[in-house]
């Protein structure tokens, strides 16, 4: 069971560049979520998707898009790298809200740098 | 907006003293409130939960006490040990959402 994965680990981009975050979890949970952590900073959620087919914004979601078509992957796409999106990109999923045992579980991060 | 604030941003301490981080949040209305503990590289990993009826939460050399009247959460650590050297964050689920508010963290440093 290998719960949050992501990938790439590490990337360094350009300016410009476009890529491809990928976060995939195997245990069947419908709720998904990417955020970013800023040095000295909390958490902040980007984008989150509570199912299959369904997706809505967080808390600072410009420029990143996301799509969820399979319940285990959840991609994060960035479409112009800029230098305000270097950050530690964390995926996380959870069972459905309101279970007594409610929780996210955190893939290992990808740490992003674009200059 | 729930603002979650953690003080200090950094602690030091010596192998064998108590550990006591603090969280405190602006908006008592929550569902609950979670302590994470971060290594570096690493993702977050629970350590406790605790439900807004909850006064405090138990598992082994740690302890969280929640007290939602005053907007106050903190992490006991017993007996602090090297391994115990972490960043350790508390986030809170509003009562009216699941999406939680992070703090910026706590980062330990127990000394051998």
């Known amino acids: 069971n290998a719960g949050v994965t992501q990938t790439p680990k590490f990337r360094i981009l350009k300016i410009g560049q476009s890529m491809t975050l990928q976060c995939t979890q195997d245990?069947?949970?419908?709720?998904m979520y990417w955020y970013r952590q800023d040095p000295g900073m909390g958490l902040k959620l980007i984008y989150y998707?509570?199912?299959?087919?369904?997706?809505d914004k967080g808390e600072v979601p410009n420029g990143y898009n996301v799509s969820r078509s399979t319940t285990e992957d959840f991609p994060l796409r960035l479409e112009l790298a800029a230098p305000s999106q270097t950050s530690v990109y964390f995926c996380?999923?959870?069972?459905?809200?309101?279970?007594?045992?409610?929780?996210?579980?955190f893939g290992p991060g990808t740490r992003l740098t674009v200059t | 907006k729930q603002e979650v604030t953690q003080i200090p941003a950094a602690l030091s301490v010596p192998e064998g003293e108590n550990l006591v981080l603090n969280c405190s949040f602006t908006?008592?209305?929550?569902?609950?409130l979670q302590w994470f503990r971060q290594d570096p590289g690493k993702g977050l990993t629970s350590l406790l939960l605790?439900?807004?009826?909850?006064r405090e939460q138990t598992s082994g050399r740690l302890n969280a006490s929640l007290d939602k009247s005053s907007g106050r959460s903190t992490l006991y650590i017993a007996a602090s040990q090297p391994g115990d050297s972490a960043t350790y964050l508390c986030?809170?689920?509003?009562?009216?959402?699941?999406?939680?508010?992070f703090g910026a963290g706590t980062t330990v440093t127990v000394r051998a």
């Open positions: 996380a999923s959870s069972i459905l809200p309101g279970q007594s045992t409610y929780e996210q579980y």
């Open positions: 245990m069947n949970h419908n709720y």
């Open positions: 998707s509570v199912g299959a087919g369904i997706t």
């Open positions: 908006d008592s209305a929550i569902y609950n």
């Open positions: 605790i439900q807004s009826s909850q």
């Open positions: 986030a809170v689920r509003p009562r009216d959402d699941y999406k939680l508010s």
